[in-house]
């Protein structure tokens, strides 16, 4: 491995996958597998931390997700907001900065209230920047970035990449350089469609509650033993 094909991590993605197996396995609700898999996240953001990584994304609740059981939408979105107002102190004096990714306006309307005070209470933080997606879509969110564009009345073929990138969620922040799904699956999810472009992938049996700080030392260890050609030779 030549130097050149050595590249810092700025960004690591997390689809945290496998809660509700879990709960199965060891016998118990699908809400205790999500209630184990909330405490687990809590670890893996004190270690990317430590790695002076600056950026994670964690995909805490997909659009799609609205499809499951009313009941246990019912029970994440409450699990998240008592997470939400929990961690924040811990944030705040950890110096993370929390930004949520993701369609407010379906949410309840407490746990809009909860995303906003935790995003105002740590933008001026300048560790760790964590990304919460949280009723999240890529296809939604390349749609809407281009309603966006369009919303200024420009010429179509004026339309360009960088155009695009700046009316995403993720608008200023870097393109994950790793993204790790837990459980098993290997598939992408409609997660972070646009800025997975030249991503590297680590996909790991290991269910998210069992996934450990040093489980994902490993998926950066992985990492590094890669080249990135990013289409070159």
Known sequence: ???ESIHPISHIAIIMDGNGRWASINGLSRN??????????????????ELKIKFLTIFAFSTENWNRP????????NLLFDSINKQLDYLISENIRVIHLGEKSSLPSHLQK?????????????????????NYGGRTEILNSII???????????ITFKNIEENLYTSGIPDPDLII???????????????????EYFFSDLLWPDFTSKDLDNAIDTYFSRQRRFGKV
């Open 181 to 199: 799904r837990t459980g098993g699956e290997k598939r992408i999810s409609n997660f972070l469609l646009w800025q997975s472009a030249y991503s």
């Open 1 to 3: 491995m030549t130097s």
């Open 32 to 49: 205790k597998g999500h209630e184990k898999g909330t405490e687990n996240i809590q670890s893996i953001v004190q270690r990317v931390s």
């Open 114 to 134: 909860a995303i906003y005070k935790c995003e105002q209470a740590t933008k001026n933080n300048t560790g760790l920047t964590l990304n919460v997606a949280l």
């Open 148 to 158: 966006k564009i369009l919303s200024t009345n420009p010429s179509p073929n004026q």
């Open 70 to 77: 009313k009941l246990e939408v019912s029970t994440l979105m």
